[in-house]
């Protein structure tokens, strides 16, 4: 009888449970090894797919192999799969003519995607977002919005509370077991090429731990989500948000199942309207129009260098070592992604990929570079959220203008300028925000092609107003975060 083949992306339920066959895992050295991934995200990998091999029982073979091509090849019976996380595994897939299956792991299918985007070039999320609500009925009444509006944006833009924490009760966490200490021993004697460092487990890797992790945070958490989604706080790294992309990356919970639960929380009069309506967003807006876009804009896509961005990454930046960066927020961020592989939204986009859009960081590199040092990073989810929404790199096919700030932005909606050496105010002088700074270096090297976009067309008019612009330029090639 044919075997189902799960990647260690594929380990709930939804993609094993109508499959009456054996089921193939695999462990494969030369994955593990291809790249200098972080050695917590390898935990995870791990963990996972031993947690589900223990949970299947006779059910399931684990294979330890050289490669996928040996571990299917030496198997020796014939076996299907679930349409994979990437183009190059669904190659593989192919190669190997093991019969690719669709994949139950998003809420919309791929054919009704491509019905959606029929001739489009251009993709706003909003206008996707709104009809998914409408097509799955989530947050929906006779068609029209619950509350009377589709979005809630403005009501959940607030800047940090002047407390150091959100004062939020705390997310759920995993009791690591005898699996994550098997794990732990065999990652260290593999000694592979890994980044970051190594810690207590922070995330859901078993079904049943995802099922803890979501009650936990639609009952004490999803209350306070939305306010402060956009604010950062550097002593409360998790804020109000869901830490839940581990578990849905990696399969084991539904796309629907989550936001269904806050939805009922919403109708329980447990959560406001603009939080749950903010959180299903992310999940049934955001998540699936770039898993969708991943494959529809197809490899090119991942190539695009609009701003002929071909700065290679610092080494501090690719190793994690952030020790003797002055610039507090780029220092907290990159000490949360070292030491968790997790650091959330507005540090991903206003500060990592802001820098690396001013320094002019090659897309595609740092595209491999959150793949490999976050968590939750698989090839799927970068290409939309890294060349796109955080490098502009594809000049404007998901976003219609650049998600540039200075440090004016970063103030107002973090805590860090206080504690940091740079002044944010500052655009010149040794004190100089490398944000504000970098922000008007940006687009004074860019406005000739930002011209055309009339949405940067008053921070364009703001450049020409620069009576220090000569110095701005002069300094840029000294600007730096140390
Ligand atoms: C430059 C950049 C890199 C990113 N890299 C990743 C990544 O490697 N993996 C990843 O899952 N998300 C990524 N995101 C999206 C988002 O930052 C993370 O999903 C989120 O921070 C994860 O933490 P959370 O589970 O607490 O999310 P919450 O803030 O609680 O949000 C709820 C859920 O919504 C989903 N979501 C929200 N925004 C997005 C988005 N833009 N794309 C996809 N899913 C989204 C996630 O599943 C998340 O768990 C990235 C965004 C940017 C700008
Ligand atoms: S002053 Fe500039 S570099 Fe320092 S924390 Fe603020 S925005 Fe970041």
Known sequence: MTALLLFGDQLGPHFHAGHSGEILLVES???LRRKPYHRQKLH???SGIRHLAAELGDRATLVRAGTYAEAIRDFGRPVVAHQPGSLAAEGLLRRLGVEVLPTPAFALGREEFTEWAGDRTTFLMEDF???QRRRFGVLVDGGDPVGGRWNHDVENREPPPRSPRLGVPEPWWPREDDVDAAVRADLDALDLPTTGVDGPRWFAI???EALAALDVFVRDRLPHFGPHEDAVLRRDPTMAHSLLSVPLNHGLLHPLEVVRAAERAY??????LASVEGFVRQVLGWREYVWHLYWHLGPEYR???EFGATAPLPDWWRALRPGGVRAACV?????GVRDHGWVHHIQRLMVLGNHALQRGYDPAALDDWFTTSFVDGFPWVMPVNVVGMSQHA???VIATKPYLSGGAYLNRMTDHCGDCWFDPRKRTGDRACPFTAGYWAWLDRHAPRLRGNHRMSRPLQGLQRLDDLDEVRAREPHRDVF
Do not use: I, M, W
């Open 129 to 131: 977002y709104r009809d």
């Open 394 to 396: 594809d000049g404007g």
């Open 331 to 335: 220092r907290t961020a990159l000490e």
């Open 303 to 305: 190539a695009r260098n």
């Open 206 to 208: 078993t079904r049943q």
């Open 44 to 46: 995870l990998v791990l």
């Open 267 to 272: 109708h329980a009069g447990d959560a406001p």
């Open 29 to 31: 050295a030369a994955a």
